[in-house]
C-alpha cells in the first residue's frame, strides 16, 4: 500500500505536531518553513500553557476551563471544539512531559501551575518564562528522530508559493520557492495542512516575529479558501515599546504577583486593583488593555507623560523572580538597560495574537477539499479574545486534530494519478516563476518600505484598541491607495539570489487584502466583542451578531457572509464582566 | 539627528570576492543593530550616498529567542537584536560569522548545527505521542539544572568562539555537550544515556574539544558549558571502562 503523502506549511508548533501526528497515521510527510523550524516564532511564548490537572487543591476541572475559554472569548468561540480541546489538555502536558519538557516543579516533584488572566485557578503549566522554546524543543527532537526513521523530510529556508490545485479545485500539492538560490519548485501531495501562524507583523509594532505576516494563509485565501474573524486582532496590555518591535512580558509576571501601577496625586495608584477587585492585575489581556488605555490617552497619567505605565515586580522574591521570571529580567536588562529587580518596567499594550484566521470545520479541513489549517492560522477556539496560556494549547492540540484528519482524508480517496497532477503543477510552478519575474522587474517611484510603514500606521490610527466608524472608513480608502501606489513600486535588491525584498514584496503584495479584510470586517461589525471594541456601540449584541464573520476573495470586493451561527448549546451566553 | 557609522563585510554571493561598505545610519535612544541594518534596508545607500543593495542579514524574533541575528559585531560574536548602539565603539563592524559557509553579506548557512543533533541522537525515545499518563516526577533542584541547559537557541556562537570548531575539523560543536548533559538527565532520556555516549566518544566528540572554556564565556543563555564537559568527560570514562568489564 502506497503511504499517504501530506506536506504542512510551517513548522512552528502546530506544525510539527501535525507532522508527528499524520506520521503516526501512516503518511509520509514534508515540512516546507520559512526559518529553520528551530527559529519559529512558537519559541517566543513565555508564560505557559493550559491544562485543568487540578494540582493546587482549587477544585478546578476541565469544564471549569471550558467556561473561562468561552466566556473569556465573550460567547464568539464555537463551543464543541473548545469542549474537546480542553478535555485533551491534561493528556497534552503528559506526552510533553515524557518527551523531556522542563516544565517547573512544585516542592513534591508534580508540574507546578501558575495563574493566568480572566480565571480563578491556577492551570497554567510553564518552564520558566521561555514554555514556547521548551515545547519547541521537544516536538522539533521527536520530529528529527521521524526525519533519521525516514518518515519526514524538511524544507528549511523555503517560502511557501501557492497551492496547487487541480481542474476540479481539490488540492494536489504545492509550489515554494527556495530562499536562497530563488528556485521555484511544485512538489505533489495528496494533502496540504497550513501551519502558518498569525498575522500581526501586518500592524509593525507587535510582539511577533517578522514572519508572523499572514501571506501564507491569504495566498491561500485567495485561492478559495473562506476566511473568518479578521477583526479580532488580540492587544496585549503589557509589552516593552521599541521602535523596530514591541517585546511581550508574560502575564506570568502578573500571575507571580506582578502589580501595575501609575502616578496619581504623587502617590502610585493600582488601577486596575481598583476597578477590578476579584481579578486585579489579572483581568484578561482585551480589558486590561483598554485600562491602561484609558489612563496613558485619556487621564494623561502615563509615566512621566510617556506612553507607558509601570509594571512591578521590584516586591518579589529573589528565589521566585529566579525560577520563573529570569527570562523576563534578562530581556528587560539587555534592551532596556535597567534591572527590573531594582527598577519598575515600563510597558504599553500592543498587538500580540490574531484570533483570527483560515476557516476551518470541526476536522480542521479548510474550504478547499485536501487543505487543512491549524494552528494560529486558523480561526477556532478563542472567540474573539484568547486567553492567555490557550495558544499554546491551541497550536497543539489543533495539530493533532489536523494531522490525522489529513491522513483520513487520503486514505478515504482515490489516488490521483501521477501524470495528471504534474500538469497542474507545472502551470502552477510557471505562474509563480511568472510573478517573481515580475517583481524582479519593479521599477517605480516608491519605496515598499515606505509602503509598509504607512499600511501598519493606518492599521494602528484604526484598528488598535478603540475602533471608531469615520477612522475606518478612511483607513479603508488609504489602504486602496496604498495597494494602487505599489504598482509602481521598485525592487531595492538587484541582485538573484539570496533576495530578501523578492519575500518582502509577495508578502506586502498579501497585505494590502489583508489590511482591508481587518478594516472593512471591523466596520460592519456594529457591536463591542471581546477585542474588537466600538466606543460608538460599547455593548455586544447577540441578537445580531452571534455570528462567524466569513469573507472570501473576489477579484473586486470582499465577499462578506454572516449566516454562520456560533454554537451556544452548552452554555448559554451571560454578559461577561470581572 | 545624530548618525553613526556602520562598515559592513559584503558578499554577493558564495563564490563572490567579499568587499567593505560604508553607511550612516540616524541614531535613536536604545537602538540595536538590527534596526540599524533595518534602515539601510528601507533605504539602500552607502556613504557616499551611492545606491547600493541593501544588505542581508537574517532575523526573526527580534528578542533574542531564535538565534537568527548571530554575526560579529565589532569583532565579537553577538546577536544583532539585542546588541544595543550605544554601547558599541564607531565605526561598528558588521561581519558575518567566520565559521560557516557565507551565502550571502552577513547570512550564513548554519543547518549544519542541526544535523549535529541528529549524529548524538538528541530525543527522548518515546513510545507514541498518544495518552501514556504522566511522567515521573521531578524535583526542583534537579529542574534548575535541566533548565540551565535548556535555553540553548542554536545561535552557533559557542562554535564560532571555538578554537578547534572549523571547516576541516568534524567537531561538532560545544553546544552538543549541553544538550547531552540535559537528555542524559531526563527521567526517561537517560534510559538511552549510552547511545549519546557512544556518539560523544566517536568523530567530531569530546576528544576534539580541548577545554579552552571559550563557549561558556560568549554563550548568550550563559549555559555551564564547562561544567557538562566535565561532567561528560567523566561519565565517557566510566563508560568504557564498565564496557571494557561486560
Not at chain 1, 493546587?56 to 463551543?79: C, E, P, R
Not at chain 1, 521561555?130 to 516536538?139: K, R, Y
Not at chain 2, 568587499?19 to 537602538?31: A, H, L, N, S
Request: glycine fraction near 8%; aromatic fraction near 10%; include cysteine.
Amino acid at each position: 500500500m502506497t503511504r499517504p503523502k501530506i506536506i504542512i506549511v510551517g513548522g512552528g508548533l502546530s506544525g510539527l505536531m501535525t507532522a508527528l501526528k499524520a506520521v503516526e497515521q501512516g503518511a509520509e510527510v514534508a515540512i516546507f518553513s520559512t526559518v529553520p523550524v528551530r527559529r519559529s516564532h512558537s519559541v517566543c511564548a513565555e508564560g505557559g500553557i493550559n491544562a485543568a490537572l487540578n494540582t493546587k487543591g482549587q477544585d478546578d476541572s476541565v469544564s471549569q476551563h471550558i467556561y473561562d475559554t468561552i466566556y473569556g472569548g465573550d460567547f464568539l468561540a464555537h463551543q464543541s471544539p473548545v469542549e474537546k480541546m480542553c478535555k485533551a489538555a491534561p493528556a497534552i502536558i503528559h506526552m510533553f512531559d515524557r518527551m523531556g519538557v522542563c516544565f517547573s516543579r512544585t516542592n513534591e516533584g508534580f508540574i507546578d501551575q501558575r495563574l493566568f488572566g480572566g480565571v480563578s485557578k491556577k492551570r497554567t503549566c510553564y518552564g520558566g518564562a521561555t514554555t514556547g522554546q521548551q515545547l519547541m524543543a521537544a516536538l522539533d527532537e521527536q520530529v528529527r528522530r521521524s526525519e533519521v526513521a525516514g518518515d519526514i523530510v524538511k524544507f528549511e529556508n523555503w517560502e511557501f508559493g501557492s497551492l496547487v490545485l487541480n481542474d476540479e479545485g481539490v488540492c494536489v500539492g504545492i509550489t515554494a520557492i527556495d530562499k536562497v538560490t530563488l528556485k521555484v519548485r511544485g512538489f505533489a501531495a495528496d494533502a496540504v495542512v497550513i501551519c502558518s501562524g498569525g498575522y500581526g507583523e501586518v500592524f509593525g509594532a507587535a510582539t511577533s516575529s517578522k514572519h508572523c505576516t499572514g501571506s501564507a494563509a491569504m495566498q491561500v485565501y485567495k485561492q478559495g479558501a473562506t476566511f473568518a474573524n479578521p477583526e479580532f486582532i488580540q492587544i496585549h496590555p503589557t509589552t516593552i515599546p521599541g521602535y523596530d518591535k514591541m517585546r511581550l512580558v508574560t502575564e506570568g509576571v502578573r500571575g507571580d504577583g506582578g502589580r501595575i501601577w501609575v502616578l496619581r496625586d504623587g502617590k502610585p495608584w493600582y488601577f486596575l486593583e481598583e476597578w477590578y477587585p476579584e481579578y486585579g492585575n489579572l483581568v484578561p489581556r482585551d480589558i486590561a488593555s483598554r485600562a491602561i488605555w484609558k489612563v496613558v490617552n485619556e487621564m494623561n497619567l502615563g509615566v512621566g507623560g510617556s506612553k507607558s505605565v509601570y509594571l512591578d515586580i521590584t516586591h518579589l522574591s529573589k528565589d521566585l523572580l529566579k525560577d520563573n521570571l529570569a527570562a523576563v529580567v534578562d530581556t528587560y536588562l539587555k534592551f532596556v538597560g535597567e534591572d527590573p529587580r531594582e527598577v519598575p518596567m515600563q510597558v504599553y499594550p500592543a498587538v500580540h495574537y490574531t484570533m483570527g484566521g483560515l476557516w476551518v470545520d470541526d476536522n480542521h479541513q479548510t474550504t478547499i477539499q485536501g487543505v487543512f489549517a491549524a494552528g494560529e492560522c486558523d480561526f477556532q477556539y478563542h472567540g474573539a479574545n484568547r486567553l492567555g496560556g490557550n495558544s499554546l494549547l491551541s497550536a497543539v492540540y489543533s495539530g493533532m486534530i489536523a494531522g490525522v484528519s489529513a491522513a483520513n482524508y487520503v486514505t478515504g480517496k482515490e489516488v490521483a494519478s501521477d501524470m495528471s497532477v504534474i500538469n497542474f503543477v507545472e502551470t502552477e510552478c510557471g505562474m509563480q516563476e511568472a510573478f517573481n519575474k515580475k517583481i524582479m522587474l519593479m521599477n517605480g517611484n516608491e519605496n515598499p518600505h515606505k509602503l509598509k510603514n504607512e499600511l501598519s500606521e493606518c492599521l494602528n490610527n484604526s484598528a488598535f484598541i478603540l475602533r471608531y466608524d469615520n477612522q475606518l472608513k478612511d483607513a479603508d480608502q488609504k489602504i486602496l491607495q496604498l495597494k494602487e501606489r505599489f504598482q509602481n513600486a521598485a525592487m531595492l535588491d538587484k541582485i538573484g539570489f539570496a533576495n530578501q525584498e523578492l519575500f518582502f514584496m509577495r508578502t506586502l503584495f498579501h497585505q494590502f487584502d489583508l489590511a482591508q479584510l481587518i478594516v472593512r470586517a471591523a466596520l460592519n461589525r456594529e457591536e463591542s466583542r471581546g477585542a474588537h471594541f466600538k466606543p460608538e456601540k460599547p455593548n455586544r449584541d447577540d441578537k445580531k451578531w452571534l455570528n462567524v464573520t466569513k469573507v472570501s476573495y473576489n477579484e473586486n470586493e470582499p465577499e462578506f457572509d454572516y449566516k454562520e451561527k456560533v454554537e451556544i448549546e452548552k452554555i448559554k451566553p451571560v454578559e461577561r464582566k470581572y | 539627528m545624530a548618525e553613526i557609522r556602520l562598515k559592513i563585510r559584503r558578499q554577493d554571493g558564495p563564490e563572490d570576492l567579499p568587499y567593505w561598505e560604508e553607511f550612516m545610519v540616524p541614531v535613536y535612544p536604545k537602538m540595536n543593530v538590527v534596526a540599524a541594518l533595518k534602515k539601510i534596508q528601507e533605504n539602500p545607500q552607502n556613504s557616499q550616498g551611492i545606491e547600493t543593495n541593501p544588505v542581508v542579514w537574517d532575523c526573526s524574533c527580534l528578542e533574542e529567542a531564535c538565534g537568527s541575528c548571530t554575526m560579529l559585531i565589532n569583532g565579537k560574536v553577538k546577536q544583532a537584536c539585542s546588541t544595543l548602539i550605544e554601547n558599541l565603539e564607531q565605526p561598528i563592524v558588521l561581519q558575518p560569522m567566520s565559521k560557516f559557509y557565507v551565502i550571502r553579506d552577513l547570512s550564513v548557512d548554519r543547518l549544519k548545527l542541526f544535523d549535529a543533533l541528529k549524529k548524538i541522537s538528541a530525543w527522548v525515545v518515546i513510545d507514541g505521542i498518544f495518552d501514556l499518563g504522566p511522567g515521573e516526577k521531578v524535583f526542583k533542584e534537579q529542574q534548575r539544572k535541566m533548565y540551565s541547559y535548556s535555553r540553548c537557541i542554536f545561535c552557533g556562537a559557542c562554535c564560532e568562539a571555538c578554537p578547534q570548531y572549523n571547516e576541516r575539523s568534524p567537531f561538532m560543536g560545544s553546544f552538543i555537550f549541553g544538550q547531552i548533559f540535559l537528555l542524559n538527565m531526563h527521567p526517561l532520556g537517560k534510559i538511552s544515556d549510552h547511545v549519546r555516549l557512544e556518539a560523544l566518544m566517536g568523530l567530531g566528540g569530546i576528544a576534539d574539544c580541548n577545554n579552552a572554556g571559550n563557549c561558556e564565556k560568549v554563550c548568550p543563555k550563559e549555559i555551564p558549558l564547562t561544567e557538562a564537559i566535565a561532567s561528560l568527560g567523566w561519565k565517557t570514562t566510566l563508560y568504557t571502562i564498565s564496557k571494557f568489564f561486560r
